[in-house]
Each structure stands twice: as structure tokens, then as C-alpha cells.
T-cell receptor
Framework: GEDVEQSLFLSVREGDSSVINCTYT??????LYWYKQEPGAGLQLLTY?????DMKQDQRLTVLLNKKDKHLSLRIADTQTGDSAIYFC???????????FGKGTTLSVSS | DAGITQSPRHKVTETGTPVTLRCHQT?????MYWYRQDPGHGLRLIHY???????DKGEVSDGYSVSRSKTEDFLLTLESATSSQTSVYFC??????????????FGPGTRLLVL
């Protein structure tokens, strides 16, 4: 069945890079997403990548996709205290279908 | 932010009472979804809609019903609330075609406490 796994916690110092990892099981996943959730708030779309891509960069964010290993990572360069949040990885098979979410990685940034 | 509002934002109710949550969008997106978020489970799909009057069940649909009579509104009803339905409920929308097809945008959430 479908499953998305993430490590639960990551702690970094301000200015360092953060790398959040995600593995998924459904090889037919076409779309992979990263969302950010701050305390008491909804989910904010950070970025997404299609399965025919290996990498996507957007300002401080870099997404790497290894389809062979079904592994997705989100790198945040120059991590700031405002980046402290829960980060969710999600997959879907095709446009419009349900997202399958990981349980989220709590990123804690210390100054 | 996508134009998605949810109401109410917070609700406390008693076991056995009916509850209706509303999601309203101004983006004219065809697809709408209801998820619940619980500690240790991430987000799970309850129901979704792929057009007016077209709905389908998700992973955790028992005890919930939905209705969509207009493109902009998607209602989630708990027919008889139970304590296990205490959760944070999120609405999402997506457009299945065009640039970024299928990308889901989320509302601010409704916190529901069933006593």
C-alpha cells in the first residue's frame, strides 16, 4: 500500500543547511510535494516536483528526487529561526487524487 | 494565499450532536477535499469532491458525510459527533489541469473538540 515516511525531528543552528528526508513506497507516484505548517496554522505549499524531474531549486529551497530509491529530500539553505515549523512530504499518483502525507518532520532552529 | 476560508475556526460540541463545517473558496477550483489532522497520523483524507454534486469517500470517511451544491462551497457533516472525531479539519482545493495541475492548497483549519 501507499506509505510516506519521514524522520520526526531535526534540530539545526541558524545559518546552517537543513535537509529533511522522505521515502515513499508507491512507484507510480507522479507528484511529490513539500508543505510547511507553523503552529496553529494551515499547510503552506513550499514546492513540488514531478516524477520526471531529478531536482528543483527555488531560492533557498532545493528538492532532490531519487526515483530508483523512492527518496525525496528538501534542503533549506541558510536556515533561519522563521523556518522552525513542521514540514510534510506528500505524494499523489495523478492530478486530483488524494495526497498521501508523511507524519511530518519538526524542524527546530536555534540561534 | 489561495482564497479559502473555513468556518467555524473553533468549535466545542457534545457527543451525539450533529456538526457541520463549511469550506468556501473564491478560486473556482473544481476539486475540493476534507482532511483531518491528528497527532501521530499526519493528514488523512475524509471525503473529496470532483465537481458540483460529485463526491467520493476517502480513507477515513466513516461517520462523515459531505455535500457540494455550488462550486465554491463544500460542507462536511458529522451526523452524530463522537470523541474520536476531535481533530483539526482542513479543507483543500485543486484544479486538475493546467500549470501545477493537482497541486492542493489548504485552508486555515477548524479545531473541533467533542466532549
Amino acid at each position: 500500500g501507499e506509505d510516506v515516511e519521514q524522520s520526526l525531528f531535526l534540530s539545526v543552528r541558524e545559518g546552517d543547511s537543513s535537509v529533511i528526508n522522505c521515502t515513499y513506497t508507491d512507484s507510480s507516484s507522479t507528484y511529490l510535494y513539500w508543505y510547511k505548517q507553523e503552529p496553529g496554522a494551515g499547510l503552506q505549499l513550499l514546492t513540488y516536483i514531478f516524477s520526471n524531474m531529478d531536482m528543483k531549486q527555488d531560492q533557498r529551497l532545493t528538492v532532490l528526487l531519487n526515483k530508483k530509491d523512492k527518496h525525496l529530500s528538501l534542503r533549506i539553505a541558510d536556515t533561519q529561526t522563521g523556518d522552525s515549523a513542521i514540514y510534510f512530504c506528500a505524494e499523489s499518483i495523478r492530478a486530483g487524487t488524494a495526497l498521501i502525507f508523511g507524519k511530518g518532520t519538526t524542524l527546530s532552529v536555534s540561534s | 494565499d489561495a482564497g479559502i476560508t473555513q468556518s467555524p475556526r473553533h468549535k466545542v460540541t457534545e457527543t451525539g450532536t450533529p456538526v457541520t463545517l463549511r469550506c468556501h473558496q473564491t478560486e473556482n477550483h473544481r476539486y475540493m477535499y476534507w482532511y483531518r489532522q491528528d497527532p501521530g497520523h499526519g493528514l488523512r483524507l475524509i471525503h473529496y469532491s470532483y465537481g458540483v454534486k460529485d463526491t467520493d469517500k476517502g480513507e477515513v470517511s466513516d461517520g462523515y458525510s459531505v455535500s457540494r451544491s455550488k462550486t465554491e462551497d463544500f460542507l462536511l457533516t458529522l451526523e452524530s459527533a463522537t470523541s474520536s472525531q476531535t481533530s483539526v479539519y482542513f479543507c483543500a482545493i485543486s484544479e486538475p489541469s493546467g500549470l501545477g495541475a493537482g497541486t492542493q492548497y489548504f485552508g486555515p483549519g477548524t479545531r473541533l473538540l467533542v466532549l
